[in-house]
Each structure stands twice: as C-alpha cells, then as structure tokens.
C-alpha cells in the first residue's frame, strides 16, 4: 500500500503540466527564428548536401543503438567529437560569408548608429552619369566589363589582388580600361565614392548551382562578389552587348541606360536631400 501510494505521489509531482513564462515563449519563437533562417541559408550551400548525408548516418546510428551494436556505437562515441571539427573546416568559406552577412545587416547599424549618414550620397551625379555613359558604350562595341561600386563593407582584400589607380570616375577611363588588348582589361574595376581605385582586381565566383549555363567568369564574379559583399556590381556581356547588375547576389539582366541610371540612382543613397515619400517611390519603382 505504501509503494502504491508513493507511485501517486511520484506522478503528482514529477508529472504535473509545467508553468509557461511569457520567457519561454520568447524562447521558443527566437529558436524558431533561428532554426528557420539557419535553414534557408543553408539551402543555398554545401551544408544542404552535408545535412542529408548526417541525417543519413544519424539514422544508422539510431539503428544501431536499437539493435545494441556495441562496437560500431564504440567507435561512434571516438569519431563524434573529430566529425565536429571536421564539418566545420570543410563549412569554413560559407560561415565567414553567414558572419559577414550577419555583420552588414541595416539594424545593427539603426540600432546601434554605426553606420555613417551621408546627405551628399555615395557618389556624385557626375560619375553616375559616367559610369552609365560608360556602359552603354562599351555595351555599344561589345566590351566586355566588370565594375564593382563599393557601399558599406570594405572591398580592401579584392583591391590588393589588382593594380593601383586612383583616378577621377570618367567614361574615358573606364572605356579605355576594359579596351581589348590593354593591361588593365582582364578583371574588375572597383570604384570608391568618385575615383576608381583599383584595376584587374580578381573577385570570387559564386557556387551558386541556379546560375544559367550561358552566363560565363564575368557573371558569375560579379554575382560571387554580391554574395559576399554589399557592394553593386555592372556587368557588360562581350559576347551579347547586354548590361546586368549583381547586388545581394540576385541578377537582373538587359538593363537600358534609364534602367541602369535608376539603379545608380537609389545605390547613389541621397534620399535625405529628398522628400521622404519621392524616396520610397522611386525606390519601389525600382525593385518592381
């Protein structure tokens, strides 16, 4: 009768339906934030493929236990801690990029104030219209181009890989740059507010495996280089004349000179010397 009784007791106690704090459900929605954007990152890298292959192994290893191998469990409790280490140097190139992308996100820099306010914008309007000029030109003749336009993060580490020019942005600079047969042509041209610093600048390449076949080395830089910075790139086919842009790693493809002058125009960042509600509908006009 005593053993019964505590058996009661043991229930009520350790089996009661436990309180829920506004903090738990606070918790819960943050993992579930976290878990989903984990996710869709990962959609977008190896650490998919990775992810089935150890959801693989988890389930032989369930299979394992359940039919007590002990041996290979034996082995299992060895290799665990070495497998961590593993995945992540083999992951190591898409957390830095996850880290970078978490760095450049507007609300640290709302929140914490860390980003510089400019009211005369990135760049001026006349090296936006040079930059355009350019383009349509060289997209004219069929030379290819690949130009980088620096925003927030720092493009220091694809600048060392080129040559030095600091220039003043004109259209005659950029024309010549990118003319067949010079020594600047082959590589990307990063541009900083007003002047061009750098020529022949080497960027990476997206593994991105949604890109078309038909896009060669030109596009795929210049998306690989919008993955892994915020800066907007403007990429002129050789083989079809035709203008694209890469920013956050999307491509937009036949852009005209309005199109592309639209675009250079919202990167340019003066909407405070401009009504607020002009700025939003120019800036939704453009993302349509």
Request: hydrophobic share 45%; aromatic share 6%; glycine share 6%.
């Amino acid at each position: 009768m005593d053993q019964i009784d505590f058996l009661f007791d043991f229930n009520r106690t350790s089996l009661h339906m436990p309180t829920i704090r506004f903090s738990d459900i606070l918790e819960v929605c943050i993992i579930a934030f976290l878990v989903y954007h984990i996710l869709v990152w990962a959609r977008n890298t190896r650490l998919w493929s990775l992810l089935k292959g150890v959801i693989v192994i988890l389930v032989f290893i369930l299979l394992c236990a359940l039919l007590n191998m002990s041996t290979i469990l034996w082995i299992v409790e060895r290799v665990f801690s070495i497998a961590i280490i593993a995945i992540v140097v083999i992951l190591q190139p898409e957390l830095r990029k996850a880290l970078e992308e978490l760095g450049r996100k507007n609300f640290f820099s709302n929140v914490l104030s860390l980003g510089d306010i400019k009211s005369s914008g990135r760049f001026s309007d006349k090296t936006l219209n040079e930059i355009t000029r350019a383009c349509v030109e060289m997209a004219k003749v069929r030379t290819g181009a690949l130009i980088v336009i620096e925003q927030n993060h720092p493009l220091t580490e694809y600048e060392r890989t080129g040559i030095d020019v600091d220039g003043i942005v004109t259209s005659q600079l950029l024309i010549n740059i990118f003319e067949h047969n010079t020594p600047l042509h082959d590589g990307a041209v990063i541009i900083r507010g007003d002047r061009i610093t750098s020529a022949t600048c080497y960027l990476p390449l997206s593994d991105n495996m949604g890109i078309g076949k038909e896009l060669g080395t030109r596009h795929r830089a210049g998306i690989g280089v919008s993955e892994a910075t915020d800066c907007f790139v403007i990429i002129v086919s050789e083989e079809t004349g035709k203008i694209s842009v890469a920013y956050e790693g999307e491509l937009e493809r036949a852009l005209d000179s309005d199109r592309l002058r639209e675009r250079l125009r919202v990167l340019q960042d003066k909407h405070e010397e401009e009504a607020p509600i002009k700025y939003l509908a120019r800036k939704a006009k453009v993302r349509k």
